[in-house]
């Protein structure tokens, strides 16, 4: 294995790891704002995270195509076990690299469950909501009552 090819592949690390703090910093703000109920800007969040989650995507890919110049099988135990040959400063960025992953997939994780949540919530809220509207419906389209709790007499008449 040539420097050249090393120097690549520990470029290819280093970005990847630097853009998966920036992805775990982007969902902890995320989970902030679900946690405060601060719902406004989650629409912005989820923009950013799937550029992010894009970008992520193409480096680890990157990363991937590099790998496989010297590893025919990539799985984490022939990676570890090849980056440990040949790059110590690569097997920490690599186990770095792969703690991230799995602290984004668990924040990731989490902040699903608290929108389930949320919109469990809300879909309640909506139904009781919609049934109070449907009984507290006193008038019609027309202008007319359309309340008639079984008397058979309209409001106002006697």
Avoid: C
């Amino acid at each position: 294995m040539n420097q050249n090819h090393i120097t690549k592949l520990l470029g290819a690390l280093s970005a990847e790891r630097v853009a998966l703090r920036k992805f775990i910093h982007l969902l902890e703000q995320e989970q902030g704002l679900l946690v405060e109920n601060n719902t406004d800007q989650l629409l912005e969040f989820a923009e950013q995270k799937s550029a992010q989650a894009i970008n992520l995507s193409k480096l680890a890919e990157f990363r991937r195509n590099l790998l496989r110049e010297n590893i025919s099988e990539l799985t984490a135990e022939t990676i570890h076990a090849w980056l440990k040959t040949t790059s110590t400063e690569g097997l920490a960025m690599w186990q770095e690299i792969r703690t991230l992953a799995e602290r984004a997939q668990q924040i990731n994780h989490t902040n699903g469950e608290l929108i389930q949540m949320k919109l469990r919530h809300n879909q309640k809220s909506l139904a009781v909501l919609t049934g109070a509207v449907d009984k507290a419906n006193l008038y019609g389209p027309d202008g007319q009552t359309s309340f008639s709790p079984g008397s058979g007499r309209s409001l106002g008449s006697g």
